[in-house]
């Protein structure tokens, strides 16, 4: 899962993953008040990363820096 926040406390991350009908891009969204939820259908794991590149580099042309996720040592 990529997280990407912004300064104001709006964040954004998507993973790949499935829902009812199959292979899906999950994108989590939002701010301190109210977050949302948007299922992307997609075909193949190959077109889910790509998807999420595209998204992310959006994000980035709008302030949101991506969080490190790996954990503490």
Request: net charge positive; proline share 5%; charged share 25%.
Given at each position: ?73
């Amino acid at each position: 899962m990529e997280i990407w926040t912004r300064p104001d406390g709006r964040f954004y991350c998507s993973e790949l993953g499935r829902d009812l009908f199959g292979l899906a891009v999950i994108v989590y969204y939002g701010g301190y008040r109210r977050s949302r939820v948007r299922i992307v259908a997609v075909d193949s794991p190959a077109n889910g990363e790509k998807l999420m590149a595209m998204m992310a580099a959006r994000r980035a042309k709008h302030g949101y820096q991506r969080v490190d996720e790996s954990p503490p040592a």
